[in-house]
């Protein structure tokens, strides 16, 4: 079975671009998360979808960031327009809805991205 | 906020030595987790530990947990070179969103 898959693994950008970061989480996985570890910080949290929609947001760092999950299976999480701040590591995860909010969540490799 | 906070930042050790990290946290916790990231790669679930345990096991890995003193211990026994990663504990709030320390850095040399 696939686990977590994110796309691309890196993306360079100048200041002011544009993008967008994907994850496909484990099939069957209703809860997906995403997270960022911006260089020599701790993981921070950014958002938790539950299927389609929006459980928490509370992360997000500011409107620049924008992220979907249409049809409740692959997510996307863009960043317009992008700063120099945004730069670090996005991660990805999945998990069951088992009805336990302790399930383990699976992670994807990230994408790093670096913003010029 | 439940955030765990990792202790030491960094450790380098050698093969077939033992490898010990500590995390601290400020609130009451139902569970408590490590992960680990290997460079490169996303980030492995080692072990969640429940509020009402104390110690678990886990091939190599030793985890305890102290809530009277909010702290928990990671031990790798007889470390191998593979086991150079960065280590977080995680504490999850009740809808599985989990807070990160900021890790401790292991570099196991041959």
């Known amino acids: 079975e696939a686990g977590v898959t994110q796309f691309p693994s890196h993306s360079v950008i100048e200041k002011g671009q544009t993008v967008t970061l994907r994850c496909d989480p484990i099939s069957g996985h209703d809860n997906l998360y995403w997270y960022r570890r911006v260089m020599g910080k701790e993981i921070k949290f950014l958002l938790h979808?539950?299927?389609?929609?929006?459980?928490?947001e509370s992360g997000m760092p500011n409107n620049r960031f924008l992220a979907e999950r249409t049809g409740g299976t692959y997510s996307t999480l863009k960043v317009q327009p992008a700063e120099l701040e945004d730069s670090g590591v996005y991660f990805c995860?999945?998990?069951?809805?088992?009805?336990?909010?302790?399930?383990?969540?699976?992670f994807g490799p990230g994408t790093r991205l670096t913003v010029l | 906020s439940q955030q765990g906070e990792e202790d030491p930042q960094a450790l380098s050790i050698q093969e077939g030595e033992n490898a010990t990290m500590n995390c601290s946290y400020k609130?009451?916790?139902?569970?408590l987790q490590w992960y680990r990231q290997n460079s490169g790669r996303g980030l492995v679930h080692l072990i969640l530990?429940?509020?009402?345990?104390r110690e678990k096991h886990s091939g190599r890995l030793r985890v305890t947990l102290d809530t009277s003193k909010k702290s928990s211990s990671l031990l790798i026994t007889a470390s191998r070179a593979a086991d150079t990663a960065s280590y977080f504990c995680?504490?999850?709030?009740?809808?599985?969103?989990?807070?990160f320390g900021a890790g401790t850095q292991v570099v196991v040399t041959p």
């Open positions: 995860a999945s998990s069951q809805d088992l009805g336990d909010a302790y399930n383990e969540q699976f």
């Open positions: 609130t009451s916790i139902n569970n």
């Open positions: 995680a504490l999850t709030d009740s809808w599985g969103k989990l807070q």
């Open positions: 979808f539950v299927k389609e929609s929006k459980q928490d």
């Open positions: 530990i429940r509020s009402n345990e």
